[in-house]
């Protein structure tokens, strides 16, 4: 699968993950075979302002390739500022975020506000593509509401407006994680727009990508939630058939390079409660890791959890 110049390594992809989509977890999807990695969505505005805590969320291994970068915005002027300023000339790929619920962000007309006002959604995608050779792709959900399903409009607007790719989450605003994603809009949309469209909502594994693929005829398939605690999903590797304690090695490895002690602690112990969920007495240790301050002791009880 190609998305303008770039190839992706296969069809299936890492839908961005907000306090997950760490470099750590995406270096170690991307190694094991991830087709693109995206970074969780980082505020433009923070960008432009140089803000830390958004600047943080661009740091990425040399082995995350090809990679994404996502951003969320209002504001086609700042879009095209961060970019003008190289600000995103890391990544292969700039996404744009047109599908968060978030209260805090539809708020302020951003994620899947822009649902409500395609000519606002439409102006920050000319305002991206006009800006940089880099292929641009929007990633948004099916509508705002079930009286609102727009995806096959905005997916032909994303077109017209230069996207060079689609990810359709087959969920509306007003349903954030509820229900069961909708694959039959997903399947309208691949019929009606040239671009590739990716199809995303509820894909536990690639078996069950493939077949989606058949079915809905998209392009490719981003997983999220089915790859939490579970990196090796890109590889068809079953849990037992991997060094789990070595892939986790190498997360805490990766994110100390970047971060703080602090701040590796907590981004591990969201993964960590994700990597043990289905080993036995997950809820006991789960409580242990998230209770304790100390980096060495939750080692050690990971170590005694996975030895073989
Ligand atoms: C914890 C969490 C954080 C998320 N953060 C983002 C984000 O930053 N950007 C985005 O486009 N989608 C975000 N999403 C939505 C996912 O990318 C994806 O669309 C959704 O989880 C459905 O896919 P899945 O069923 O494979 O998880 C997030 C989802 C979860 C569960």
Redesign the pocket.
């Known amino acids: 699968m190609k998305i303008k110049n770039v190839e992706l390594k296969s069809s299936y992809t890492l839908?961005?993950?907000?306090?997950?989509s760490d470099c750590g977890f995406r270096s170690l999807c991307s190694e094991f075979g991830c087709g693109l990695t995206t970074t969780?969505?980082v505020s433009a505005r923070g960008l432009l302002y140089d803000g830390e805590g958004s600047f943080s969320l661009l740091n990425y291994e040399k082995n995350e390739s090809p990679r994404a970068v996502?951003i969320f915005s209002n504001e086609p002027e700042v879009v095209a500022e961060i970019i003008k300023q190289g600000k995103l000339k890391n990544f292969d790929i700039i996404d744009i975020?047109m599908?968060?619920p978030m209260p805090k962000i539809v708020k302020e007309g951003m994620g899947s506000a822009l649902l409500l006002d395609p000519k606002l959604a439409e102006k920050i995608i000319k305002s991206a593509c006009n800006n940089t050779s880099q292929p641009v792709t929007v990633?948004f959900r099916i509508g705002y509401d079930k009286n609102n399903i727009i995806a096959t409009d905005f997916a032909k607007m994303c077109e017209d407006s230069g996207a060079s790719a689609i990810t359709v989450?087959g969920r509306t605003k007003t349903q954030a994680?509820e229900g069961r994603?909708n694959w039959d809009v997903i399947g309208d949309v691949s019929s009606a727009v040239k671009i590739p469209v990716i199809g995303?909502?509820?894909?536990l594994s690639l078996d069950e990508a493939e077949q989606k693929i058949k079915t809905y005829g998209c392009c490719g398939i981003?997983?999220?939630?089915?790859a939490l605690g579970r990196p090796w999903i890109f590889s068809n590797k079953k849990t037992d058939e991997v060094d789990v304690l070595k892939v986790i090695k190498k997360h805490f490895a990766i994110l100390e390079k970047y971060y703080s002690e602090r701040l590796v602690l907590l981004h591990m112990r969201k993964h960590l409660a994700c990597y043990i969920k289905d080993v036995k007495k997950a809820k006991i240790i789960r409580h242990k890791i998230v209770t304790s301050q100390d980096k060495q002791e939750i080692f050690n009880l990971i170590c005694e959890v996975f030895k073989k």
């Open positions: 839908a961005p993950m907000a306090g997950f969780e969505m996502q975020n599908g968060c990633k989450h994680y994603a995303n909502g509820d894909v981003a997983i999220g939630r089915g």
